[in-house]
């Protein structure tokens, strides 16, 4: 499985952004692709998940209300939309998939599959 992001960008605090994740390969085999993302210094931070077929979906406590994830089966593409940004969101986002069945998965080493990292500012 390969995994392309794009979506990142600067904007301003209270704006919205949607991130974008294409897969590609043996999508066949997905179980649960999430959304992570990582400043430096830190640890890579779980972001939101969601189920490949069926869409259940599961955030983290910090990004609730504000963020929501969603898939397009047919093109192989999961979203990130992202509104009311606040400057703690900077980050670097990485989206990642998993095969296993386990329906929450908010560790990155549940996650055998990566994409590249795109960067997000929201200016303080």
């Known amino acids: 499985v390969q995994l392309q992001a794009c979506g990142g960008g600067l904007v301003q605090a209270g704006g919205s952004l949607r991130l974008s994740c294409a897969a590609s390969?043996?999508?066949?085999?997905?179980?649960?692709m999430g959304w992570f993302r990582q400043v430096p210094g830190k640890e890579r931070e779980f972001v939101a998940s969601?189920?490949?077929?069926?869409?259940?979906?599961y955030y983290a406590d910090s990004v609730k209300g504000r963020f929501t994830i969603s898939r397009d089966n047919a093109k192989n593409t999961v979203y990130l939309q992202m509104n009311s940004l606040k400057p703690e969101d900077t980050a670097v986002y990485y989206c990642?998939?998993?095969?296993?069945?386990?329906?929450?998965?908010?560790?990155?080493?549940?996650?055998?599959?990566w994409g590249q990292g795109t960067q997000v500012t929201v200016p303080a």
């Open positions: 990642a998939a998993r095969s296993g069945i386990v329906l929450i998965a908010t560790a990155p080493r549940q996650y055998a599959y």
């Open positions: 390969g043996r999508t066949s085999s997905i179980y649960v």
């Open positions: 969601i189920k490949w077929s069926g869409g259940s979906t």
